[in-house]
């Protein structure tokens, strides 16, 4: 070996070793919850048995690629004692080369493509008979959740936001789909992203192996607050998943608390220009319903309906945790705030304060001096710290 030669290897060794220790960090257990390399349903599942081989068979050819380059680089390399006038031979053409060099990687395309093209219609499958079918609607910046637990195409019997309840084992038909801009809806360890595009309906089936939680993300650029648009699917065992539809299908129950009814005529006042509890009535009149508005395709200006909001976890877009990432409270999971005790323990207090006190201080959003259509996100609307406190009261009564 030349002093050239070792000098790069030794100059490209530490970045080398870097570069493993980054990617055996990006893999730790619990560490990347957001990997697809690690799938936990048989979506997933299908799209990692096409990765895997293929990501194998370009590792093969880019190793064979580069050593053979590098292999001729230095090997025919300028030596000190060459003439400089004098040209090799010059070779052009080889016809059993070029045909080699054409017909294998065919082939190895070919092979590639008849994998790839199998796993496309296997996750295209319709969805089981037994699937649960919901509606996901995307918007800057959260995600709505609409079942249609019946499966009489009425997608209103549940409408919920940030947390996506599921049942483990049993797959999930989703329809895509958007209020306003291009998003992307995708859990890594469920199956690959779906675009949602106004106008449009896009299909996709999760199933989760096992009940627990899995963390996503809106993959497409949507404009301020991208990033902060996650998403978190809960998939619970079957008597935990029917518990939970039976629960959040149980109606609006107005508070009898006095902070709590002070928050609920504040709610009625401030936020229901937004904002909606299936059911709700006004404080001062039981016969008065906030009906829920139709849905709206290219504007979005809506907020997540807050009926059982403390059987979530998370808040503003699944930015923030509503409940306590503690292992204990996170051992509660979606029944943390049905008792006193846990909801006192659990709820993260502080952010939902900080969220009521001046929500764009905590989520980057331009909703506007009044809520209006081109709104996105929610207003500070300066309450003062009494009748935060009793919002708060009102919104830990919405079990
Ligand atoms: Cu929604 Cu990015």
Redo the contacts with the bound molecule.
Sequence with gaps: MTRGVRGGIRALAPLAVGLVLLLSGCAGEGKAPQTTLKPKGPQAETINHLINPVFMVAGVVFVAILGGALFVALKFRAKDDDDFDEFPDQVHGNFKLEIGWTILPAVVLLIVGIFSVAAIFNLAQKPKEDAIHVEVY?QQ?WWEYRYDINGDGDYTDIITANDLVIPAGRQVSLKIKSRDVI?SWWAPALNGKKDAVPGRTHPLTIQADAPGEYIGQ?T???GLS?AE?RIKVVALDADGFTSWVDHQESGFQAPTDEAAVAGWTTFASQCTSCHRLTGMTEPTDPSKVFEYPEVVNQVSGEAPNLLHLMSRTTFAGAKFNLRKDTPECVALGQDWAQTDDGLKTCLNRNALEAWLRNPPAEKAMHPGDTPSPESRGMPNFNLTEAQIDDLVAFLTGLK
């Design positions: 995307g910046w998003h809106c497409e650029f949507c991208h648009m």
